[in-house]
């Protein structure tokens, strides 16, 4: 589902809200990467799914490049949200996009982080009160479909008590329709980013693109659409208090609303973006001489050659392929597959690993002559007349030499035409031979 909303704010206010237990990470992360892409850097290190969440820093044409300072402060963003997120629900969690940055150990410094440079100056942006829909028409287009993205600009509001924004609750879309933006330069103490409102502001506005609140809950607030009012403690009450963090708010009070409710209404616990924890370790591995062919959902997982340990969701399942090289078979499974036919279907709920064995193929030729000549094989084997049947562990190439006083006119069976016969699998073939 897709509704366009009222741009969904989240709005600055002086109030207060009761300290919980805390779920700031532990440490402070800085990001591995260099250089400015708006690009999706392949590979993701998510390969569970390719419905994941992108973090953007963007300026107006006119604007200063602050991205290398404020990439640091997006990694903390996006570790908090993680921790506080698992905390409030240990079987879930935004799945980020992540790039394998080389020489980097944080899971957190490896976050994908894209720059843009929009196309318009800030006072274009300033001329309405917040520039989501103004954003949204240069953006449009820019992000693939799986991508939901949080957008981090960095330029003047001209109503600057708005700390973030999404047009849109979209359920089962990203691209156009996955886009949420937090504004640094408004009154709203977001900086410097990553010192703790920020990523209240970013999770607050992912759960509305995520699809909350549903009209039929409960306790949407009646003068703020897709907020809720039960309780100020909400990360999805409609005003932000100073100093706010995410220590200082709950998913979803009373679990009634947008997340783990019992309502026949979207929950948000159940969005694509999420990831099913705990994750466990997947490998695949081969034997012989061969490949593997495996997909999670649609998504193709790095395998062909084998991997080792990636990090697949909880539940996911995985299909896979043993494709034999050629002058091999597939011959059996062992682990967590078994039996001799060459699919097999993974369900991941503990680590989880397979071994395909390839071995060498066993050819059966059978050669035939029609008429005066003969047939011989490479490797040697076949010399007919003479040796007509034999078996091989390697493709077979055979060559037709006519008689004095014949010539050769083709093959019949699984070869046609003149030229030398190849074979790759078990066959029959007759070469016929004319006189001149």
């Not at 905390?87 to 976050?111: I, V």
């Not at 694509?272 to 649609?298: K, Y």
Request: aromatic share 10%.
């Amino acid at each position: 589902m897709r509704r366009v909303v009222v741009p969904v704010l989240l709005v600055f206010a002086a109030l207060s809200a009761p300290s919980l237990a805390s779920a700031r990470p532990p440490a402070t992360y800085t990001w591995c990467g260099t250089g400015e892409t708006t690009a999706n850097r392949v590979p993701d290190l998510e390969v569970t799914s390719d419905q994941q969440v992108r973090f953007f820093y963007a300026i107006p044409s006119d604007g200063t490049d602050n991205f290398q300072a404020t990439a640091d402060g997006i990694v903390n963003d996006a570790a908090w949200i993680d921790q506080w997120w698992q905390a409030q629900d240990p079987s879930r969690t935004p799945r980020f996009d992540r790039y394998p940055f080389p020489g980097c150990t944080s899971p957190w410094g490896q976050l994908d982080i894209g720059f843009i440079r929009l196309p318009h100056t800030a006072a274009y942006y300033t001329t309405r009160d917040s520039p989501s829909i103004l954003l949204d028409e240069d953006l449009a287009g820019d992000f693939p479909g799986t991508q939901k993205s949080i957008v981090y600009y960095d330029g003047p509001t001209r109503n600057d008590q708005i700390c973030g924004e999404t047009d849109y609750l979209s359920n089962t879309f990203g691209g156009d329709n996955g886009i949420v933006y937090l504004f640094p330069q408004s009154a709203c103490g977001l900086t410097p980013i990553g010192s703790g409102s920020s990523a209240e502001v970013a999770a607050h506005e992912l759960l509305h693109n995520l699809g909350a609140v549903a009209d039929q809950a409960p306790n949407e607030c009646p003068t703020s659409q897709s907020h809720v009012c039960d309780s100020k403690q909400d990360i999805l009450y409609p005003f932000l208090s100073p100093d706010s963090n995410l220590d200082l708010v709950t998913l979803d009070v009373g679990h009634d609303d947008y997340y783990a409710h019992s309502g026949s209404w979207w929950d948000v616990q159940d969005s694509a973006w999420l990831e099913h924890l705990p994750q466990f370790p997947f490998s695949l591995s081969e034997q012989g001489s061969g490949r593997l062919v495996a997909r999670s959902g649609t998504l193709k997982l790095p395998c062909d050659a084998g991997c080792t340990s990636l990090s697949l969701d909880n539940g996911a399942t995985v299909s896979v392929l043993a494709v034999p090289a050629a002058g091999f078979a597939f011959s059996s499974w062992s682990g967590a597959c078994s039996g001799t036919a060459p699919s097999c279907v993974l369900s991941v709920g503990a680590g989880t690993s397979a071994t395909a064995t390839f071995v060498k193929a066993t050819l059966r030729v059978t050669a035939a002559v029609t008429g005066k000549g003969k047939v011989t094989s490479s490797p040697a084997g076949i010399s007919c007349p003479g040796i007509c049947r034999t078996a091989f562990a390697v493709p077979v190439r055979l060559t037709a030499k006519p008689s004095p006083g014949w010539k050769f006119t083709g093959w019949r069976g699984v070869c046609t035409g003149t030229r030398p016969c190849a074979l790759s699998a078990t066959a029959s073939v007759r070469a016929v031979f004319a006189r001149r």
